[in-house]
Nanobody, 126 residues
Framework: QVQLVESGGGSVQAGGSLSLSCAIS????????IGWFRKAPGKEREGLGAIDIDGSRNYADSVKGRFTISLNNAKNTLYLQMNSLKPEDTATYYC????????????????????WGQGTQVTVSS
C-alpha cells in the first residue's frame, strides 16, 4: 500500500515561489507513476505533471515553464517547485501515484491514479 503525505503549502504573493514535498512510503523502487495535482474551489481536479520510472516528465500546459517536478529516490520524496505564482494557482495541491503497469505513459490524468495524499493548501495573493 503506497502512502503519500504532502507538505510545504502556505501563502505567497503573486510572482513568488513555493516548494511542495510529498513523502512516499510503501513504494518499492521506481515502480509507479507519481504526479502532482490540484483542486481549486468550484473547479475540476487538475493534473499538473507526472514523472515516469525513467525520470521523464510530462507537464500540463498551464504550468509548463513555471512548475518543476523532481524525485529524490534516496529519500522517497517527490517535489514540486512552483515559480512565478499567480492568484489562479490558489488550490489544494495533492500528490498521487499509480502502479506503472496500469499506465501506457505517465501523464497526470487524475482518474488514473489510485493512491492519494491528503493535500496541502497553497494561496497566492495579488
Amino acid at each position: 500500500q503506497v502512502q503519500l503525505v504532502e507538505s510545504g503549502g502556505g501563502s505567497v504573493q503573486a510572482g513568488g515561489s513555493l516548494s511542495l514535498s510529498c513523502a512516499i512510503s510503501g513504494y518499492t523502487g521506481r515502480s509507479h507513476c507519481i504526479g502532482w495535482f490540484r483542486k481549486a474551489p468550484g473547479k475540476e481536479r487538475e493534473g499538473l505533471g507526472a514523472i515516469d520510472i525513467d525520470g521523464s516528465r510530462n507537464y500540463a500546459d498551464s504550468v509548463k515553464g513555471r512548475f518543476t517536478i523532481s524525485l529524490n529516490n534516496a529519500k522517497n520524496t517527490l517535489y514540486l517547485q512552483m515559480n512565478s505564482l499567480k492568484p489562479e494557482d490558489t488550490a489544494t495541491y495533492y500528490c498521487a501515484a499509480v502502479d506503472r503497469m496500469y499506465m501506457h505513459i505517465c501523464v497526470p490524468l487524475p482518474d488514473q491514479y489510485n493512491y492519494w495524499g491528503q493535500g496541502t493548501q497553497v494561496t497566492v495573493s495579488s
